[in-house]
């Protein structure tokens, strides 16, 4: 598969002037419910109203959709809105239910864009249909194995084709539930510039807190939309409690998310954009430098390890030095995540430098 410009077609017909937005409760719980909360979204900017119908959940017991029931209330939701549907399938048989019941788009969860074997299921369910689909990221960090599932479908003939970031899981507690690892999306823009890109904050943070600034951060990674769970009473949703917002939440986020442009083409900014960019260049050239150099001393202790068959990795040694970075660091306005990241990435490579030279 490689990037094609009809790919983001769909969207562009669309002739949206804001990110295309998918909203509606983590789960389909109650016909009401779900009737309820589509209304109070019919007249905003959301594009898509989504309810989740089965439920993939990480432990047996808890809630897990109300299945092909839920299929007739999106019906009711688009006869009585007009608003266009959406929802999650996972195996064949929900693919089959979903295009009987007119569902417009379909998405694949993270739980199963894991699975080469799900995902050629469901594409082999959805052959040539032009039904959109959107694909999950895998629930690891795995770039290939995200692209080699939206390849399936591609090679199913299913032509409006896109993706959505929900980040990834992580053994490490972190603030987020699902920690975005934006580098892999910026890749992901990278090899397919024009394969529609939508951000879930939702899963991401597990925490309506923090959905404003996540989705920011997406609108300024040139993200092309947003899946936002939206629940008219989120402290008692039936799934996701924590992470859903009110329908007036969501009108708010959305007044006041700022939309950036990929470019602007005023004399002024451009010269200072490039003078700018120019220091970036001489500065990431000495950086360049600074690192060449300091592998060649790690080469040097590399030579004197193997003279006296010490141990490549020190690690008394190594935690001083990280715990000195990260105060010196923040010293100069540096994060230290930014700085354990970088030098653990330094630090590796000087161990594989030095691997090649022991065992040389
Ligand atoms: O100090 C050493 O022994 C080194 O080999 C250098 C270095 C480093 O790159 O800073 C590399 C490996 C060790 O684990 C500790 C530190």
Redo the contacts with the bound molecule.
């Keep these: 598969m490689e990037n094609k410009k009809e790919m983001r077609t769909w969207l562009d017909d669309m002739k949206l002037n804001h990110p295309l937005v998918i909203a509606g409760p983590c789960s389909a719980e109650t016909e009401e419910q779900v009737l309820k909360i589509a209304h109070e979204l019919k007249d905003t900017d959301v594009n898509y109203f989504r309810a989740g119908i089965w439920k993939p959940r990480t432990r047996p017991g808890n809630f897990e959709g109300v299945g092909a029931l839920g299929l007739k209330w999106l019906q009711k939701v688009k006869e009585e809105t007009g608003m266009k549907t959406c929802t999650e399938v996972a195996n064949a048989a929900h693919v089959k239910l979903a295009l009987e019941h007119d569902v417009d788009l379909l998405w694949i969860g993270a739980r199963s864009t894991v699975s080469p074997f799900i995902m050629q299921e469901i594409a082999d369910a959805l052959e040539g249909t032009d039904k959109i689909v959107l694909v999950k990221n895998p629930v690891n960090p795995d770039l290939s194995l995200w692209l080699g599932g939206i390849e399936r479908l591609y090679s199913a003939g299913v032509k409006n084709l896109g993706a959505i970031h929900r980040g990834f899981s992580t053994y490490e507690k972190s603030k987020y539930r699902n920690i975005p690892e934006w580098q892999v999306a910026i890749e992901f823009q990278n090899k397919f510039p024009d394969l529609p890109l939508i951000n879930d904050p939702s899963h991401i943070t597990g925490n309506r807190e923090m959905i404003f600034d996540v989705s920011q951060t997406a609108l300024d990674l040139n993200f092309d939309g947003l899946m936002i769970e939206t629940h008219f009473d989120p402290e008692n949703a039936w799934s996701d409690a924590a992470q859903q917002v009110t329908p007036s939440s969501l009108i708010q986020i959305m007044n006041d998310l700022k939309i950036r442009k990929e470019t602007d083409s005023e004399a002024q900014y451009n010269s200072e954009l490039n003078n700018l960019r120019a220091q970036i260049d001489v500065v990431d050239n000495q950086i360049l430098d600074l690192l060449g150099k300091r592998m060649k001393v ?1 080469d040097g ?2 030579g004197l ?1 193997k003279q006296k068959n010490v141990a ?4 008394k ?2 935690n001083e ?1 990280l715990g000195k970075m990260v105060l010196e660091g923040e010293e100069r306005g540096l994060s230290e995540e930014f700085i354990l990241r970088m030098f653990k990435a ?2 590796q490579e ?2 594989n430098r ?1 691997e090649k030279i022991i065992n040389g």
Excluded: Y
């Design positions: 790690a202790i590399g390890k490549v990795l020190q690690s040694r190594w030095i330094v630090h000087s161990i030095q």
